[in-house]
């Protein structure tokens, strides 16, 4: 790999903020010299330091082998026995102190507000957890559960790991085809699902997407449906579909969790299809646990008084990572919102983490930079005071967007983590530890206790700092993924082969002098113009800071003379006419950024980027649409259908 100075120049230039001294004393880790302590044992033993973890945890039998095996065949304190349900259940219902304590606010975008408590939430889990076992669900089983934020989405999913039964969450409003596929692909043998969600104001009638994606062959034997709205018509087949409310309400209080081995599998999650056919990523119940316990401690500093909010849409599996399962382990308050955080008005955010003075807020790159095209003068309505840190994690958050965040969202005060993680890793690996370390704008902090990460050539040769590389782990971890469902060959050969004994992440990614990571995007997602390695990080950075701009994404292009060219994908703000002279204006400002290698051979203005419910612009389909081809990989993935075919027309058009 090349080393390529202006083309990371932004790293270079970067400036660094320490964390107020206000944080950092109610902070787990408080100086970068106790992180580096810290980091450097828990690399040098790794057995200790996640026994450690272990013991903050409850366990039904404890054996004391922590570590066995290594990448890609490694299991975590195999033989021990614990529950994820009553680590973030019962030992907070069971606690005086913490019994009464909300566990949730719920909001809904049409405006319903609701609380559970931990003992509320005890009861409904142990009533459910009796409402799968009396349809014949049991340890190993498969349900798909299709539905939104909501608390009953919460107590379905912790009765299934109560149980042992292994869940796949579909993001609501997903299309039948791309539910079908997951309930066919997982053997799933029941559906839990919703009858409809409210989604910008509009009604989504799940039910109806549940029954098209039944049609024909499968192995679900039951659906469950909890009628979130009231008067929507939802049709129910005899014999098959069950009322959720009518079930609870003569199911038994009480239900024993079943004592799992760390190692057994707890959820399978599909991968968003920004890479070709979905994969069916399995995490063990008991090591998602004890790793997403650890990085929602230390990277979020989650404490007993906080009011935290993830906007996370459960399907997604940061929800699982930082709510359901590190949030709740923590035992503090959480909000959950369903529907569009920009719905019914474009201040909903901000009017939410006023009302519950909300303290911690973890969103997506995507709403923040939402959050900046609405403007400043918005967000000075509201009372944002309550807030001392703000996470992020799903795309690069770029330097641009992580200041304005720090500026009107945090007011100066705030500690900002912006984080990298992946479907795979089942958590976030690269976090600042926000007491402890410097924030760079754009960066994704330093490597989480425990994680050996570099960055190579393809080779797997360490490569120098400040060089574009592959970013690799090449220690085993709690939360990573243990299999591709059905697909052991796949799993080993994705993640395993290019470079024995580390995981290939498929990202890019600089090791900046200070230690600090920066990730670029997917290993694609860089470019070589004629020898320049060039990040479209940097490049859509440079275009999103034109006042014009709303968002921008740039992929590679293959040209007979450069090798590769960047071209650009702009949405405009819609006050603005695209017109040559502003395409012409947007590749002079990339090039007085960064350089004249960098100019994007065109811009396209489109009105929608092909997006993932978790916000992620799947760059594949821009390459594929340029190309002029049919789109090859998996589209089922898409948070709007419709946004593709206006794409292709688009870029046809101009």
């Known amino acids: 790999m090349m080393d390529a100075p202006n083309g990371v120049d932004f790293i270079q230039k970067s400036k660094s903020f320490r964390p107020p001294s206000s944080y950092v004393e109610q902070s787990y880790i408080t100086s970068a010299d106790m992180y580096s302590e810290i980091y450097r044992a828990s690399i040098e033993d790794p057995v200790a330091f996640w026994s450690d973890i272990a013991d903050e945890l409850d366990w039904v039998h404890r054996e004391q082998?922590?570590?066995?095996g290594s990448l890609p065949d490694f299991r975590f304190f195999p033989g021990s026995q614990i529950n994820v349900s009553l680590n973030c259940v019962d030992r907070h219902a069971n606690n005086p102190l913490r019994r009464n304590k909300v566990a949730f606010f719920f909001e809904g975008e049409n405006g319903e507000t609701r609380s559970l408590t931990y003992l509320q939430l005890h009861r409904n889990v142990q009533k459910f957890a009796n409402v799968l076992h009396n349809f014949g669900l049991a340890k190993g089983d498969v349900v798909s559960v299709y539905m939104q934020n909501l608390p009953e989405t919460y107590i379905v999913l912790l009765a299934c790991l109560r149980m042992g039964i292994i869940y796949n969450t579909v993001f609501a409003g997903f299309s039948p085809e791309a539910l079908r596929e997951r309930i066919v692909t997982s053997n799933?043998?029941?559906?839990?699902?919703?009858?409809?969600?409210y989604r910008r104001g509009k009604v989504l009638a799940l039910k109806e997407t549940?029954?098209?994606?039944?049609?024909?062959?499968?192995?679900?034997?039951?659906?469950?449906?909890?009628?979130?709205?009231?008067?929507?018509?939802?049709?129910?087949?005899?014999?098959r579909d069950y009322d959720y409310t009518?079930?609870?309400?003569?199911a038994p209080a009480t239900c024993d969790a079943v004592p799992l081995d760390c190692n057994d599998p707890g959820l399978l999650i599909f991968t968003s299809g920004t890479s070709g056919k979905p994969k069916g990523i399995v995490h063990a119940g008991g090591g998602f646990l004890l790793g997403t316990y650890a990085y929602s401690k230390y990277q979020l500093d989650l404490r007993d008084e906080d009011v935290y909010w993830n906007t996370a849409d459960i399907g997604w599996l940061t929800a699982h990572i930082f709510v359901l399962v590190g949030g709740l382990a923590l035992g503090v308050t959480n909000v959950i919102y369903e529907g569009a955080i920009d719905h019914p008005h474009q201040g909903r955010l901000y009017e939410i983490v006023e009302r519950y003075q909300i303290n911690k807020l973890f969103s997506a790159p995507t709403a923040f930079r939402m959050l900046m095209k609405y403007g400043e003068a918005l967000a000075q309505t509201y009372d944002l005071s309550s807030i001392r840190l703000i996470a992020s994690v799903g795309e690069p958050l770029n330097p641009e967007a992580w200041n304005w965040v720090y500026r009107v969202v945090g007011g100066g005060h705030a500690v900002i983590n912006n984080t990298w993680g992946q479907t795979e890793t089942g958590g976030t690996p690269l976090a600042s530890l926000p007491g402890a370390t410097a924030m760079k704008p754009g960066s994704c902090g330093v490597p989480f206790f425990g994680h050996s990460l570099d960055v190579v050539d393809h080779e797997g040769r360490p490569v120098k700092d400040g060089?574009?590389?592959?970013?690799?782990?090449?220690?085993?971890?709690?939360t990573l993924a243990r299999d591709v469902f059905g697909n052991r060959n796949r799993y080993l050969q994705n993640y395993f082969e290019q470079i024995p004994g580390a995981y290939i992440t498929g990202d890019s990614a600089i090791r900046d002098h200070d230690g600090h990571y920066w990730v670029l995007g997917r290993v694609d997602d860089v470019i070589n113009v004629a020898g320049h390695r060039i990040s479209t990080m940097e490049m859509e950075s440079s275009l999103i800071q034109h006042e014009s701009v709303v968002?921008?994404?740039?992929?590679?292009?293959?040209?007979?003379?450069?090798?590769?060219?960047?071209?650009?994908?702009?949405?405009?703000?819609?006050?603005?006419l695209p017109d040559d002279?502003?395409?012409?204006?947007?590749?002079?400002?990339?090039?007085?950024?960064?350089?004249?290698?960098?100019?994007?051979?065109?811009?396209?203005?489109?009105?929608?980027?092909p997006k993932t419910r978790s916000g992620k612009i799947m760059r594949r389909m821009l390459r594929e649409v340029l190309e002029g081809s049919v789109i090859q990989g998996d589209i089922t993935g898409l948070e709007d259908s419709d946004a593709l075919t206006m794409l292709i027309s688009e870029v046809q058009d101009s």
């Open 65 to 68: 082998t922590v570590i066995e």
């Open 188 to 197: 799933a043998k029941a559906v839990i699902c919703s009858n409809g969600s």
């Open 210 to 239: 549940v029954d098209a994606a039944l049609q024909g062959e499968h192995a679900v034997r039951h659906v469950i449906v909890f009628n979130r709205i009231a008067d929507l018509a939802t049709p129910m087949v005899q014999g």
């Open 246 to 250: 009518e079930l609870m309400r003569t």
């Open 467 to 478: 060089t574009p590389g592959l970013l690799i782990i090449r220690t085993p971890f709690p």
């Open 551 to 576: 968002e921008a994404a740039v992929v590679a292009q293959p040209d007979a003379i450069k090798g590769t060219v960047p071209v650009a994908f702009v949405t405009i703000d819609n006050r603005v």
């Open 581 to 609: 002279g502003l395409a012409k204006a947007l590749q002079l400002k990339v090039i007085e950024d960064i350089g004249s290698f960098a100019k994007p051979e065109r811009i396209h203005f489109v009105s929608v980027m």
